[in-house]
Every structure is written in C-alpha cells, then in structure tokens.
C-alpha cells in the first residue's frame, strides 16, 4: 500500500516537533497548562510579576505545540470513500473519543485520506479486524487559547479538547504508515519552523517520532539528550555532503532492524527526498554503529524520520 497525501514540506515527521500524549491524565495536564488559572503566586511584587510572565510564557508554548494522539480501530470510523475527490472520509459527526472516552476531540480542519478505491477498501477491512489505528497530530483550537478544554459538569464526564488538525496518518498493527493527509495548518507549522531555523547558525539534522515495531525501549535512543550523539554524528554526514553541493536538503527514513543482543542488523532507506547517495550511505553507516538496548528475545523495528534543512 502507498502513502498518500503527503506534502513535498512535511515529507518526514521530523519536522515538527512532537508531544505524544498517551494517557487522558497527560491530555489534562496540557489542558491545564493553558487553563489561564493562576494560584499560590508569591505575595512579593517583582515575584509575582516574574512568576505570572514564567507562567504566560507555558501557556504560550503548550497552545502552539504539536500534540498526537493514537486511536485504536475501536475509536474511529469510516463514512464512505469519495470517488469524486479520491478520499477515504472518517466519521468526524460526533467529537472523536480517545482513551476508553475519558477524553473527546472536537476537531477543524479534518480532511479524508487521499487513496485509490484498492487501497481504500483495504483499510476498511484492516480497521474492521482491528488491525488499523488512527494517528492525529493537532494544535489547539484557534482562538481557543484561554479556555481550549473544558468537562460537562457530570460524574465522569470526558474532557473535551477543540483542536486544529495538523495531519493524519493510519498506521497498521505492525507500526508502518499505510496513509496520510497533511493539512494547510501542518504546512503553517513548518513555515514557522523554518523562519526560526533561518535565526540559526548553521544547517541542522532534526530526529523525532520513531515508529517501533518490538521493544518500544529503543524509541527513547532517538529521543532528547540520548539523541544528541546520533544528531551530531548525521550531521557530520550532512556537512560533508554540503561541501559537494552547498543546497543539499532533504527528508530521510531509514529503517532500522535490531538484534535483540542490541546491534543493529540492517539499516536501509525507506523514504529518500534527500537524493545524495554518499551523504544517505553516511547516515546509514552512522545508524548502524549506534548501540541499542538488549533483550531477551526477538527483532525490534524501527522506523526513524530524519530531517536535513539549511538555516
């Protein structure tokens, strides 16, 4: 099955970074976040005025940052598939619930699945063995900054988040992306990613949001200061390359196979919009020296998104 819909822009998850939230409790502790409540602040002016800024700042950065939610095939539904515009459309007439419906996502902006009638047919049937999840990708609500969540007055009423999808994408039971649709406002996000990039010094390699078939341990390899030394060495790949050609930039995956003794097996291009041999056989190479976590039995996969970007 081919991946549909996706943007030249937003060819890699990399690009934006990713808050996954994995539980109703972390989908609260965001709403919170922005709630615009403000307690316990200290009784000393200059302090409180500190403290209150400090606290604007948080409300700030959680309204604008990318947050993704998984579904499971229980959680979603297909409507039907739109022959005229070619899109697999999912049933968005009532808020989507999430977490066994302790949370409900009251989305703008949703848009169908681009696919051929084939493939469509076949994510309905994976979704209808509760072989397919749903991965959306949001900010919250525009214009909804002071108060994007709120809970019927209820016992055990969900928490209702308005958002602004930013893409979607179906992922099947074994962790690979079978489709996916970016919306304009993914494509406003990494217009301001790279604005903030063109501030920078240099050209920069941006890893995030590994897919993990296995033991979702390695995922952590890639991810804040674990991922630091596989950041500089890709870009050391990446500046030799630019010496060569000094617009090289791109979007890799690379896919990674690992024993579980911890060394890697194999690591190949899944997705290439880089286009330099030499450069991608360096990152390769780099990936495949990269020490893993041991365990006690079976292979771990992983897919892992890698920008290339100059500032």
Known sequence: MVMAGWSALAFAQGQVPEVELTSAAAVREMCASVSGVE???PEDPIE????????RAARERVARQLNVVALPSTQFRFIEYDEDRS?????TRRNLRAFGGDVELFPAGFAGLRVTPADARRLVDLQRRGQLSLRIAFVLGAGTSDRPCFAVSRPGAPTVVRIEVAYLELVGAEGRVLARKDTERYEDLVEE???????????????????????TA????????????IQRSLLDCYRQGLRLNARLQGALVVAIEIQSSGQVRSARLEVDSLGDAATSGCILAALRAVPMPRRRRGETRVSVPILLALP
Request: proline share 6%; charged share 20%.
């Open 39 to 41: 307690s316990n602040l």
């Open 48 to 55: 409180r005025g500190r403290v209150r800024a400090q606290l």
């Open 87 to 91: 899109e697999l459309e999912i049933d």
């Open 193 to 215: 990613l790279r604005a903030a990039r063109a501030l920078g010094a240099g050209p920069s390699v941006v890893i995030s949001g590994p897919t993990v078939s296995g033991d």
């Open 218 to 229: 390695v995922a952590a390899v890639f991810a804040g200061e674990a991922a630091r030394p």
